[in-house]
């Protein structure tokens, strides 16, 4: 089936769509924003995967020895350090070219 025939307006939706503009005035990030935002944008993103995978092992192999509140702080590790992957890989995308 035709996609004209599911919906007769599609092709006059697309004439009628307006982008919105992709930068503004009042987004513009500060310098110390862009600083750290260039700094970060460094990190090889791969990095903090592995950090974030060596800090899994090592809170199974402290909880494996006995340490049970020190395995459990090493393993708060690893949302945050996934986090910040995600960010950087987030800066390197949208930084402007």
């Given at each position: 089936?035709?996609?004209?025939?599911?919906?007769?307006?599609?092709?006059?939706?697309?004439?009628?769509?307006?982008?919105?503009?992709?930068?503004?005035?009042?987004?513009?990030?500060?310098?110390?924003?862009?600083i750290v935002e260039h700094q970060?944008?460094?990190?090889?993103?791969?990095?903090?995967?592995?950090?974030?995978?060596?800090?899994?092992?090592?809170?199974?192999?402290?909880?494996?020895?006995?340490?049970?509140?020190?395995?459990?702080?090493?393993?708060?590790?690893?949302?945050?350090?996934?986090?910040?992957?995600?960010?950087?890989?987030?800066v390197k995308i949208s930084r402007?070219?």
């Open positions: 089936m035709d996609p004209e025939e599911q919906n007769p307006a599609s092709r006059e939706s697309l004439q009628v769509y307006m982008p919105a503009p992709v930068l503004r005035v009042e987004h513009e990030e500060d310098s110390f924003t862009r970060t944008a460094r990190v090889p993103s791969s990095s903090f995967l592995a950090a974030s995978i060596a800090s899994m092992v090592l809170s199974v192999a402290l909880e494996l020895s006995g340490h049970q509140r020190w395995s459990q702080f090493v393993g708060m590790w690893v949302a945050p350090l996934l986090l910040m992957g995600i960010y950087n890989k987030l402007p070219r």
